[in-house]
């Protein structure tokens, strides 16, 4: 069939006369052997797409991968009855022959009575699933069976920041030295939404001690702007130099109008792993996903879009680490996905992409019993693959 001849396929160019006059030119047959370069002719607007992506198949494309999940050994949940969780896992790193993972670890006496009901908190009852909780370690020999090793960050005494909670860590290696970021919060989350910034604290070795290194490292942004609510999942990676921190913050998070609910990404760059932070003037340089996953591509950065946002489950590369492209669309993605990336820290000229890492599960038990589990992902997004496993 001519499909540039048919009316209904070409391209719409606005008024009546415009349409007929480009239907009429559009009269060369697409062909069956596929073009390597785009073809000069009239053509619909998905062929015309056809071109932008790197192949034909997305199995083809670098930036494409499917995912397999694997249940971890070594991690206690009290039986599933919703008073112990896991969740948000820090990037693993290799340290001396073991891995080791920081993650929010919440045991409570009580189940979360949930955001809406934050007003009810106590000191014994978390209103979210990572209300009252600590930052916990531990270590792995193959990213399967893990040892929890015990608190790496407590909550501190109030009024100190993160007197309330402490979650949702990521790891940073500068100069052999180990810096965890982390959300710290001064109020049930749900109160005011999920108000929280980012505190610091850093050590000689992962097995700590960890001293507090500072507040509210990558500030909220001021009233009215798209980050004044919140700074969280920080995500560091060391590119061009520097660190790159790339973080999210929502916009109006429980306000309960789910049409102005959205996500967004930023990154400020820093010169040391104290600050400041330099939040970059083209932030936010991402309007979907959930959970920050940025990891060094080739010359460029390529990130995980999960959860939220019309560009969710897709992965994009941005050149500049800055202004993101899709790559690819992918199904069943890790959510809060924290691969192990033997490059985040290197400061390298050329990433070579992940192959696993760690993610949460949340919804785990009954409806009146939620809690978060840890699990592993495997992908293929690695150049150093000769033999992709799903292809
Ligand atoms: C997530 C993260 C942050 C939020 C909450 C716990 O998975 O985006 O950490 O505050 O949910």
Redesign the pocket.
């Known amino acids: 069939m001519n499909i540039f001849s048919c009316s209904e396929t070409t391209t719409n160019t606005g008024s009546e006369n415009e349409n007929q006059t480009e239907i009429a030119k559009a009269t060369t047959v697409f062909p069956h052997k596929l073009p390597e370069e785009k073809p000069d002719f009239p053509m619909s607007a998905a062929t015309e797409r056809m071109f932008s992506y790197p192949a034909p198949r997305a199995q083809d494309n670098d930036l494409y991968t499917l995912f397999k999940y694997t249940r971890l050994k070594g991690f206690d949940y009290n039986n599933g009855d919703g008073t112990i969780t896991r969740r ?1 896992p820090s990037r693993p790193i290799y340290v001396d022959g073991k891995y080791y993972i920081w993650y929010t670890k919440r045991d409570t006496k009580f189940v979360p009575i949930g955001a809406k009901r934050a007003k009810e908190a106590t000191d014994e009852i978390p209103s979210t699933d ?1 209300d009252l909780s600590d930052i916990w370690y531990a270590t792995s020999a193959d990213g399967i069976t893990w040892e929890e090793q015990g608190v790496a960050v407590s909550r501190p005494a109030k009024p100190n920041q993160g007197w309330r909670s402490v ?2 860590p990521d790891i940073l290696v500068w100069e052999g030295k180990y810096y965890l970021y982390y ?1 710290a919060f001064n109020e049930p ?1 749900g109160l005011r939404g ?1 108000w929280c910034p980012i505190s610091m604290s850093y050590a000689d070795s992962p097995n700590g001690p960890w001293k507090a290194g500072g507040n509210e490292m990558i500030p909220l942004g001021k009233k009215g702007e798209w980050d004044q609510d919140q700074t ?2 920080p995500h560091p990676i060391v590119y061009k130099g520097k660190i790159y921190m790339y973080y ?1 913050a929502a916009y109006n998070k429980w306000v309960d109008k789910w049409n102005t609910y959205a996500v967004g990404h930023g990154v400020a760059i820093a010169d040391s792993p104290f600050g400041p932070f330099k939040k970059h003037p083209l932030n936010p340089v991402m309007q979907s996903g ?2 920050t996953t940025y990891f060094p591509y080739k010359e460029g950065v390529a990130t995980l879009v999960l959860k939220d946002g019309n560009e969710r489950e897709t992965i994009q590369y941005a050149k500049d680490g800055v202004n993101f492209e899709v790559a690819s669309s992918v199904s069943l993605p890790p959510i ?1 996905a924290a691969p192990f990336v033997p490059d985040a820290f290197t400061n390298t000229k050329y990433g070579k992409g992940i192959t696993w890492g760690m993610c949460h599960f949340t919804n785990a038990g009954t409806p009146k019993q939620r809690y978060s589990i840890l699990a592993r992902f495997d992908c293929d997004l690695s150049l150093d693959y000769d033999e992709p496993f799903f292809k």
Do not use: C, G, I, V
């Open positions: 948000d990572w979650a949702t959300q989350s999920d969280q999942d999210k959930h959970e809060a």
